[in-house]
């Protein structure tokens, strides 16, 4: 595999910070490029980044002498340094929805974990293991961005992560109806409980536009192909409620389904035991080996212990069990800056390096 060369859009947040670790040592992606707002523009990447380092690791060693670039500002000069790059951003939605197209148009492709894109229609927004195929709409949506290479291509939201790998394998049995629970790790609202003092022994019922998209963006990713867009699905029926909790990382879905043909509880944990995809079958560097874990044990899984299974790229599922209303309950878990955020924005980077999509 040849090396490809790139830049992460959003270098000093959160999300940005992920990608950073994540890209240390990455056998096919090199950064040669971070930039981020004005105010960081022009610092050295460990300056810039200063006391707002939260990873575990520390800063890359190769990275924390780059120039910090202006992400706005230094579009033509980034996209001739890259092969593609990395974009995370905390910008308004119009600012976000200008800046992507400006470096897809530069012919620089995105791999986005803005929310801004994901509901546009020729964008794919994927989860290799669950819905590759939508890469297939790149072909058009160069041609309307009149692009040879550039175009978008987004991860959904963090929330979504846990239940949704879940599910998906099991739409043979018609999913008609699904509400979840998530109880949602403050690194999902770029804190830490040194920024955010107020989350330690509390809960918040509130995450800002967050029930939307847990409800929304699945239907995407359950849509198809139709001529130059993706028709969004119009089932299963989502309803959501998203609760902060006081965790670092790890948000946690609790899960009612009914079925058009309620499956039993055995062919469930066997779908879910033998599931493989597109990643698992390519040998994508982080993909994981098991993607769904079901844990037997009733206290299973954990956040804590269970967060950063297969390098937190892994999904970790249990307590299937029949409801009294719904057919079943189960919960479910993942990393939301791992496989909710960068890692599962890596994991998209690498399915389109494999195909051909960044040459
Ligand atoms: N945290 C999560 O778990 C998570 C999960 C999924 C998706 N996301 C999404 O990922 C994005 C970033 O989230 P985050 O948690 O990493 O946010 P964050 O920690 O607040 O970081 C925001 C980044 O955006 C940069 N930025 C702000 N204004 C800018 C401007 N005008 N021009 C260029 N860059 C600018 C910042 O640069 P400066 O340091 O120079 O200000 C910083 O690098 C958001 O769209 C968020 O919704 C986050």
Redesign the pocket.
């Known amino acids: 595999m040849k090396k490809y060369k790139v830049g992460i859009?959003?270098?000093?947040?959160?999300?940005?910070?992920?990608f950073a670790t994540l890209l240390e040592n990455h056998p096919w992606f090199d950064v040669v490029v971070v930039?981020?707002?004005?105010?960081?523009?022009g610092l050295k990447y460990k300056d810039?980044?200063g006391k707002?380092w939260c990873m575990d690791t520390p800063i890359p060693a190769d990275m924390a002498e780059l120039t910090?670039m202006?992400?706005?500002g230094d579009i033509e000069k980034i996209a001739s340094m890259v092969d593609f790059v990395f974009c995370?951003?905390?910008?308004k939605k119009s600012?976000?929805l200008a800046?992507e197209e400006a470096y897809a148009k530069a012919e620089c492709p995105v791999v986005s974990?803005?929310?801004?894109n994901r509901h546009t229609p020729d964008v794919p927004m994927i989860i290799p293991e669950l819905n590759p195929e939508h890469a297939e709409i790149i072909p058009a949506q160069r041609k309307r961005l009149g692009t040879k290479r550039g175009f978008i291509a987004v991860?959904s939201?963090?929330s979504l992560q846990s239940y949704v790998p879940a599910l998906f394998p099991l739409s043979k049995f018609g999913i008609k109806d699904v509400l979840v629970c998530t109880y949602q790790?403050i690194?999902?609202?770029?804190k830490t409980f040194d920024t955010w003092p107020e989350m330690i022994d509390n809960v918040i019922p509130y995450i800002g536009g967050e029930e939307e998209k847990s409800e929304i963006e699945p239907l995407k990713i359950w849509g198809k192909i139709e001529g130059d867009k993706i028709v969004p699905a119009t089932s299963p029926s989502f309803t959501a409620q998203c609760l902060r909790v006081p965790v670092s990382n790890g948000h946690m879905g609790a899960v009612f389904v009914r079925f058009e043909n309620k499956p039993t509880k055995e062919e469930m944990i066997k779908i879910w035991k033998e599931f493989k995809g597109l990643p698992q079958e390519l040998n994508l560097p982080h993909a994981p080996e098991h993607f769904l874990n079901y844990f037997e044990e009733d206290n299973m899984p954990q956040t804590k212990l269970h967060r950063d299974l297969e390098g937190g790229m892994a999904v970790s599922i249990g307590r299937l069990r029949e409801d009294t209303q719904y057919d079943y309950k189960f919960v479910c878990l993942s990393h939301?800056?791992l496989r909710?955020?960068a890692g599962g924005a890596m994991l998209l980077a690498e399915q389109l390096c494999a195909q051909g999509y960044m040459d």
């Open positions: 859009i959003g270098a000093t947040g959160m999300v940005g910070q992920r930039a981020a707002s004005p105010r960081s523009a810039a980044v707002r910090v202006d992400a706005a995370a951003v905390d910008m600012d976000i800046l974990n803005n929310s801004a991860k939201n963090c790790a690194s999902g609202a770029g939301n800056t909710g955020a």
